[in-house]
């Protein structure tokens, strides 16, 4: 059974910075693209970023671009989000997802909410 | 980007209606297109990708059709458990954006 378990979200000031991390089990992730999306509360899905198996392609969304960075551990089964300068606008579930060639997202999991907030 | 719009925003329906949800594409997306349900309080579930390929699990009385910049998402007879939020989703390039849903509520 695929699973997919975020961790790591809380309250953090503006300016501030956060580490989310996804355990992945259940499939061979070192085998898939993997994908962050958001959802800030009350409002709809937004893609966040996407990293290659491989960790050599990295893509995303314009509003992150120098402020968030994607990275995975293919040995420990993980896909991390490294969140800095953090704005009241992050404010959102983050969800981290299973991207079959970089396509769509096939598998999601609970989400961990990140609040941005003094 | 590539802009996604769908419509209507929030359909109220009855069990057993026919339902169609519409999405727009700002330019030509091909087939690229996947479409998600999502409960309060939950991950969003993948229902179709590649325009109209059922997901599997997924139940046959939803159906996705088109191509090119317009899409339908029907579903042939509302069940109880198909009152949800009802995302689609383009990847024909990046960044991968959605639509802003369509809430089907109870009639």
């Known amino acids: 059974e695929v699973q997919l378990v975020e961790s790591g979200g809380g309250l953090v000031q503006p300016g501030g910075s956060l580490r989310l991390s996804c355990a992945a089990s259940?499939?061979?992730?070192?085998?898939?693209?993997m994908s962050w999306v958001r959802q800030a509360p009350g409002k709809g899905l937004e893609w966040v970023a996407n990293?290659?198996?491989?960790?050599?392609?990295?893509y995303y969304v314009d509003s992150v671009k120098g402020r968030f960075t994607i990275s995975r551990d293919n040995a420990k089964n993980s896909l991390y989000l490294q969140m800095n300068s953090l704005r009241a606008e992050d404010t959102a579930v983050y969800y981290c997802a299973r991207t079959p060639k970089a396509n769509n997202f096939d598998y999601w999991g609970q989400g961990t909410l990140v609040t941005v907030s003094s | 980007d590539i802009q996604m719009t769908q419509s209507p925003s929030t359909l109220s329906a009855s069990v057993g209606d026919r339902v169609t949800i519409t999405c727009r594409a700002s330019?030509?997306?091909?087939?690229?297109l996947a479409w998600y349900q999502q409960k309060p309080g939950k991950a969003p579930k993948l229902l179709i990708y590649k325009a109209s390929s059922l997901e599997s699990g997924v139940p046959s009385r939803f159906s996705g059709s088109g191509s090119g910049t317009e899409f339908t998402l029907t579903i042939s007879s509302l069940q109880p458990d198909d009152f949800a939020t009802y995302y689609c989703q383009q990847y024909n390039s990046p960044p991968w954006t959605f639509g802003q849903g369509t809430k089907v509520e109870i009639k």
């Open positions: 259940g499939f061979t992730f070192s085998s898939y693209w």
């Open positions: 990293i290659k198996q491989d960790g050599s392609e990295k």
């Open positions: 330019q030509s997306i091909s087939s690229w």
